[in-house]
Each structure stands twice: as structure tokens, then as C-alpha cells.
């Protein structure tokens, strides 16, 4: 967290238990704090700012005052006070806009008991969600694409800039220029804290569910640490999603969102053993995935279907996932469709990582070689130098082509790529498998899993 530093001696076991209190609230919680801090500063910027000195607070009241009972009332508490404390200061330095100093007189003319509570009810309005108007803010048209998306994940998402530069597969002082001119940008713009209404809100809307996938992905998949996923940042997603939702019911790529992630999220339980080590698609226990979230998922993607248009990329993507929803085994799953729909999907999206993907379902439905063609074509692309997927895929497809030597050297590629240790696990247990398979032994070769998931 920023703003904060080690202690300059070993904490005690009290300390400990509140830095770990903290820490585990900052990730649950950083995204609502900064959101209703946002709606008192009107700045994104001092709203991140604000947050983190309120989590510097608790790191220095948690160990003596003890961890509270409720920590993020505590620290939302905390992140109000302070952001009042900015605007008071601002206004008296003279330092504010003239609407904000007005603001805050009134206010506290009006509401002398209790500013800050009568401050969020004066602002409050139907929407009733600060993290649905930061989502907005975030991806106001006043900035650029890449920009609004970046911005979205360092706010909502929690993510480090160098999570963000991964998920882009770009470098990461790109990422943290685009953070800074994007909060620079949106305070010299003076962008409202709220949602759009009419026909502000279509432009925004491609942007806004990129941003929600892409947190989403994050927790499904996460790019770095030791743990394989954090459903966290899939279930604040889905929530964004299902409330983007019923704020625009006809939009067939909201629904397509919402479905592709009610899918996605039915496997979670399924996609780590008891040990918390990756199990993928192939190997999965599909008794495990949620039924619940399918038929939630299939139920919008049904909403998406009935939409006006031909589907968009959330929408075909919804559909990808529905194959494997539906098939009782990896064996059984109707690959031929679902290359169809990546070639539907490549028509609106020709990424090279779509194209990678793709080349994983034409192994499974027309044999290794010829997605290994695929593959190879690939790896001239600029965007995949570093992408860990394109050796794993492709340490997969040689390992079934019984080219074991150098599906090894690939697996290992690819470890030293990820930095996500769950995965650098996987790949080097792929590795191990084909080290010894390649060996002049007479023993069976281990069938590789399907690496699609």
C-alpha cells in the first residue's frame, strides 16, 4: 500500500494480526473506499490518495485499539473524515474550485451535527452504488481507451500497475504513465461522480465491459502471485455485471457479459484441488461446477440471443463457454461448434490471443498438427513475445505430436514467463512429464490434459 513503510523492529504477534487484518481488507475492500471517497472529493486521484491514508491509519490504531468489529465501516469511516478534512483545507487555502467551496459551506451550514453522513445522503440517487459511478468515471470519453480500461482495474480492481501491464502485454511504465495523465486528465476535465443517463450512456458501455471483464479475468486467472485465482475480484465483477445489467436490460453484449461470467465462475470451485494447486479444464471435476451459476449464465445468454443484432464478442465468448457447460466430459464437448464460433468471434476480434485460443479448440477437434501450423504462425506476433500461453500451447500440441524434447523446452519457456507460481507449477509438472517421456524407457508417455480453460 502506498503511503505506508516496514516498522523499523519485528512486530509482535498483535501487530502481525493487524497488518494481516489490514492487508486482507485493503483487497476487499479498497474499491468501495475509494469509491465513496470519490463522491466527497470529486477526484479519482485524491480519492486513491485519500484511501490509502485511511489504511495507513489502521495499520497504526489496529494494534493497539485492536482489529474492529466491523473493519470496513472503520475504514470507510476513516477515508470520509479525511477526505473532508482535503475539502476544508482546499476551501480555506483558497486552493478549490468556487463551486466546491460553495458546496462545502452550505453544506456544513445545513448539516453542522453530522457533515459527513448528511454529505453522502445529499449526493445519493437511484443508481445507490459509488462503484457503479466510479466504473463510469473511469471510462469517461474525455480519456482514451487503453486509459479508461487501466484506470478501472487500478481502482475497482485493486491491481498493481504491474498486474495491469500483464493483462495488456505491454510494459509496465506505459501502463503507469497512462494511470497518471488519466487521473490528471479526468480532475482538469472536472468529470461528475455519476452514471450517465440517455445517450451518454451507449458510448460508454463497450468500454465500461471491458473494464468489468478484465477484473473479472484477473480473479479467474491471476497473472501473478501464489494463488492460481482471486474470486474476490471475479465475484465484485459479477456483481458490477448483474447491476450493469439491470440498468440496461436490452443490451445484448451486457447480458453476453454477465453470461460469460456466470459460466466462468460455475468452474471456480473446480479449478484448484485441496491443496490450492491449478486443476485444469480437461481434469476438472464437473460434478464440482456450480449449477447454479450455469443456469444463471445460460439464462443470459438466452437475454442476449433475444437482443436485436448479430452477437458481439461477450456474446460468442458466453456461447464458447456454454459448450463446456453442457458437456458431461472434455471428450464429448462438440468442438467443431466451438471453432465456428471462433471464427464468428475472430471476424469482430482477430487478437492474436483469440487466434491462440483458437488454435487450442482445432487441436481437439482436427488433431495437434494442424493447430500446431496455427500455432507457429503465431510466434512472429510482437504482443506474444512474452505471453507464457504461446509455449505452454504450443509444449502441449509437441507433446501430443510425441515431440516430447521439445514440448519440454517449451513447458519450461513458459514457467520462466508466468509469474503466477500455481501456473510456473503446472507448467513445470508438464515439463517433468515430458522430460521422462522423451527418456529411452520403455514406459507408456502420460496423455498431456487439454490446456484450454
Known amino acids: 500500500m502506498a503511503g505506508s513503510r516496514a516498522p523499523d523492529v519485528e512486530p509482535d504477534a498483535k501487530q502481525a494480526a493487524a497488518r494481516r487484518a489490514v492487508e ?22 485524491v480519492a486513491e490518495d485519500v484511501a490509502q491514508d485511511a489504511f495507513v491509519a489502521a495499520l497504526e490504531s489496529w494494534p493497539a485499539s485492536g482489529i474492529p468489529e466491523n473493519p470496513g465501516a472503520w475504514l470507510m469511516t476513516a477515508a470520509k473524515h479525511r477526505a473532508l478534512d482535503r475539502l476544508r483545507r482546499a476551501a480555506t487555502q483558497g486552493r478549490a474550485h468556487d463551486a466546491l467551496g460553495a458546496d462545502l459551506e452550505a453544506l456544513e451550514a445545513h448539516f453542522a451535527p453530522d457533515f459527513v453522513e448528511a454529505l453522502d445522503a445529499a449526493r445519493e440517487d437511484e443508481i445507490g452504488d459509488d462503484l457503479l459511478r466510479l466504473v463510469f468515471v473511469a471510462c469517461h470519453p474525455v480519456l482514451a481507451k487503453e486509459a479508461r480500461v487501466a484506470l478501472t ?27 497518471v495523465r488519466a487521473k490528471r486528465t479526468l480532475a482538469a476535465a472536472k468529470v461528475p461522480f455519476e452514471v450517465p443517463r440517455h445517450a451518454d450512456l451507449a458510448p460508454r458501455l463497450a468500454s465500461v465491459c471491458e473494464s468489468i471483464y478484465l477484473i473479472f479475468n484477473e480473479g479467474y486467472a491471476a497473472t501473478a502471485g501464489a494463488d492460481w485465482m482471486r474470486p474476490t475480484l471475479c465475484e465484485e465483477a459479477l456483481r458490477l455485471g448483474r447491476m450493469l445489467a439491470e440498468l440496461v ?10 453470461a460469460l461470467m456466470e459460466l466462468q465462475a460455475s468452474r471456480l470451485r473446480a479449478r484448484v484441488d485441496r491443496e490450492g494447486r ?11 461446477w456450480d449449477a447454479l451459476l450455469i ?33 458431461p466430459s472434455t471428450e464429448a464437448t462438440d468442438w467443431p461448434r466451438i471453432v465456428s464460433i471462433y471464427d464468428a468471434l475472430l471476424a469482430l476480434d482477430a487478437s492474436p490471443v483469440v487466434r491462440l485460443n483458437r488454435a487450442v479448440a482445432v487441436s481437439m477437434a482436427h488433431g495437434p498438427q494442424a493447430a500446431l501450423d496455427v500455432v507457429d ?17 504450443r509444449g502441449d500440441l509437441l507433446a501430443k505430436l510425441s515431440r516430447h524434447t521439445e514440448a519440454c523446452m517449451e513447458f519450461e519457456r513458459a514457467a520462466e514467463l508466468t ?7 503446472v507448467l513445470l509438472a508438464r515439463a517433468a512429464d515430458s522430460r521422462q517421456a522423451a527418456e529411452p524407457a ?8 487439454a490446456t484450454s480453460d
Do not use: M
Not at 279 to 284: F, G, K, M, S, Y
Open 24 to 45: 486482507a481488507v485493503w483487497r476487499i475492500e479498497s474499491a468501495k473506499v475509494i469509491a465513496h471517497a470519490a463522491r466527497v472529493v470529486r477526484d479519482v486521484g
Open 153 to 179: 482495474l487500478r481502482l475497482l480492481g485493486g491491481l498493481t500497475t504491474a498486474e495491469i501491464a500483464r493483462a495488456f502485454l505491454v510494459p509496465e511504465p506505459t501502463i503507469a504513465q497512462r494511470i
Open 249 to 258: 436490460p436490452g443490451e445484448a453484449e451486457v447480458q453476453g457479459l454477465v
Open 278 to 288: 491449478a486443476v485444469l479444464l480437461a481434469d476438472q471435476d464437473r460434478g464440482r
Open 295 to 327: 443456469r444463471r449464465g445460460l439464462a443470459a445468454l438466452e437475454r442476449a440471443a433475444s437482443c436485436p443484432g448479430a452477437p458481439g464478442p461477450y456474446a460468442l465468448q458466453a456461447a464458447l463457454a456454454a459448450c463446456h457447460a453442457r458437456a
Open 377 to 393: 504462425a503465431l510466434g512472429a506476433e510482437p504482443a506474444l513475445r512474452r505471453y507464457p500461453w504461446l509455449p505452454a500451447v
Open 419 to 425: 509469474q503466477n507460481a500455481r501456473d510456473r507449477e
Open 442 to 449: 520403455e514406459k507408456p508417455a502420460k496423455k498431456p490434459a
